[in-house]
């Protein structure tokens, strides 16, 4: 029989990995981390949301078989709580007649003793709750061994009623399992809420947050606690995998956690380049690839990406193909063998000038009377993804695009060429951040990361003028503004939706400034065809923002 707790206990946090529809791995997962909790006699271990299933698990949990094997792993885990260790409050989906509810359930002394619901469905940004879950009622406190535990689930924190509603009900303490995704600054934004919560209730508040790569999404982990105070008295890493144990004691009443260990949490530069790489390890080790392949064209893009994916995977995992043709410049040779050899990657030059002429050959009677443009430019970007996709299908390797957020928006790139592959992770960096990235990783390299120490990226590849190679003295400006200019009106457009005189008073030309909107509206249909890619920013293309492909609105100016 489990002990009631009088005035102390310790709690463990486990901030785990989980895969979407793995239930049996994710159940071997949890017993590891709850024996591992045990040996530092843990009263009770806490996990993220839908733990058991993986988050998010989107129209997955609208199937019976599953709703039914996540309450069989639910129910074998609970058989563990039978031994006398630590009891489990973990996240699953719920089936209750003809609803699903996003529950938590507390496992104690081999049974499930208790279940609750989330209350308030996120139905924003990435969040697509309310199409498959129903909301649950106002929870109660769970009464674990004499400990009256409020446990909201994620989104019920981030207004106030639930949270008050529990501390009303006479919860001493709120734990919070949570799938909060990644975006730059996030960290702030979780303190600041929790904070919030801390301070209307008067209750120290446990934030336990699932780490790891989910398709586009990409979660930090960076669980803390905050006592009653709104002092920080835990925070465990980001990034990582951990089972963090705290301690609690109850004084005058109320309860309090011992302060412990304060990770760094890496923010900027440092977080979003942690971010793309463990997007990419995820993507790529969760769908069973044995490595990837990318062109690499000497230019910063596929540079920053090839490094990305070695600091992800190991460099004996990473291909590197060069794919010149007539305009491709000794420089841009030069650039991505010496890029290449930094990293420490297999790379191979295949040139493409027969399938080239092949194509323009077979195209030769239907262009008569007509002058080469941008058509016959594409010609050789689609060789290119033809051939990199064959290296894929012959050996495995997932190809990975290489397009930044600026050429997606605009469409400065090519179907079923630049464009083909499995991932991209820099699809969410403006073109500013692929330089800002790259110059980061050359001065520094993460935790976690297997490439090299010291430079990865040739400095003329940082300095050298953008250019597709399409075409004699092509360069990407003779096409598109500045990116310095083009990144902020693309922030403007996207992130912050300014109206266009807005974005004119800022100093921008207003002629540049429609020529933008207009590229990015007609752009849309290419970005539904794009590869899937890690969310950095605030608002990304997909999942975000999910505008209409057949759409004849423009703003005056």
Not at 196 to 221: C, H, I, K, S
Not at 327 to 342: I, R, V, W
């Amino acid at each position: 029989m489990a002990h009631q707790i009088k005035d102390s206990f310790k709690l463990a946090l486990a901030q785990l990995n989980p895969v979407v529809g793995d239930l049996e791995g994710n159940l071997k997962k949890a017993r590891q981390a709850r024996a591992q909790a045990a040996e530092s006699g843990a009263d009770l271990i806490a996990f993220t949301e839908l733990y058991l299933t993986g988050y998010p698990i989107e129209d997955l949990v609208l199937k019976p078989a599953l709703q039914k094997a996540a309450r069989s792993a639910c129910e074998e885990l609970a058989h563990d709580t039978g031994d006398g260790g630590p009891a489990i409050l973990i996240g699953l989906p719920w089936g209750d007649g003809p609803f699903v509810y996003n529950a938590v359930a507390v496992l104690d002394r081999g049974r499930i003793e208790s279940v609750r619901y989330k209350n308030n469905l996120p139905n924003y940004g990435v969040f697509d709750e309310k199409r498959v879950f129903a909301p649950g009622p106002s929870p109660e406190p769970i009464d674990f061994r004499g400990v009256k535990l409020g446990v909201p689930i994620c989104e019920d924190i981030w207004s106030e009623e639930v949270c008050e509603a529990l501390a009303q009900a006479g919860a001493g303490l709120l734990i919070v399992p949570n799938g909060s995704p990644y975006w730059i600054d996030k960290q702030e934004v979780r303190y600041g809420v929790a904070e919030t919560r801390v301070g209307e209730t008067r209750l120290p508040l446990a934030y336990v947050n699932q780490v790891g790569g989910q398709d586009e999404l990409v979660f930090d982990g960076a669980s803390f606690v905050l006592n009653g105070d709104g002092a920080l008295a835990v925070q465990m890493p980001a990034w990582e995998e951990g089972v963090g144990i705290t301690e609690w004691r109850r004084e005058g009443g109320s309860w309090h956690c011992l302060p412990s260990a304060i990770a760094d949490i890496e923010d900027g530069e440092a977080a979003n380049y942690l971010a793309c790489v463990v997007g990419l390890r995820d993507y790529v080790n969760k769908n069973g690839f044995p490595g990837v392949v990318l062109g690499l064209s000497g230019g910063v893009d596929s540079a920053l990406c090839a490094a990305i994916a070695v600091d992800a995977l190991g460099a004996s995992r990473v291909h590197g193909v060069m794919l010149p043709y007539v305009f491709t410049s000794n420089e841009s040779l030069n650039d991505a063998a010496a890029t290449a050899e930094l990293l420490g990657v297999r790379y191979d030059i295949m040139p493409i000038d027969a399938a080239v002429e092949g194509l323009t050959g077979s195209l030769a009677k239907a262009f008569t009377g007509t002058k080469p443009d941008a058509t016959e430019e594409n010609l050789q970007s689609r060789a290119r993804g033809t051939l990199l996709m064959g290296l894929s299908n012959k050996f495995g390797p997932m190809v990975i695009t290489t397009g930044n957020k600026s050429e997606v928006s605009v469409g400065y790139a090519t179907l079923y060429g630049d464009m083909n592959g499995g991932f991209n992770p820099i699809k969410d960096l403006y073109k500013g951040q692929v330089y800002a990235l790259a110059r980061y990783r050359n001065a520094a390299r993460p935790k976690g990361c297997l490439g090299p120490e010291g430079v990865v990226i040739p400095e003329n590849v940082l300095t050298k003028a953008p250019t597709a190679e399409l075409k004699p003295g092509q360069r990407d400006q003779d096409t598109l503004p500045p990116y310095e200019v083009l990144d902020d009106i693309l922030n403007c457009l996207v992130e912050l939706e300014l109206p266009l005189a807005e974005i004119v008073a800022r100093g921008h030309e207003p002629e540049t400034v429609k020529k933008v909107e207009r590229m990015l509206y007609l752009a849309e249909y290419k970005r539904r065809q794009a590869a899937p890619g890690v969310k950095i920013t605030a608002k990304n293309f997909g999942r975000d923002r999910r505008y209409p492909i057949t759409n004849k609105f423009r703003e005056k100016l």
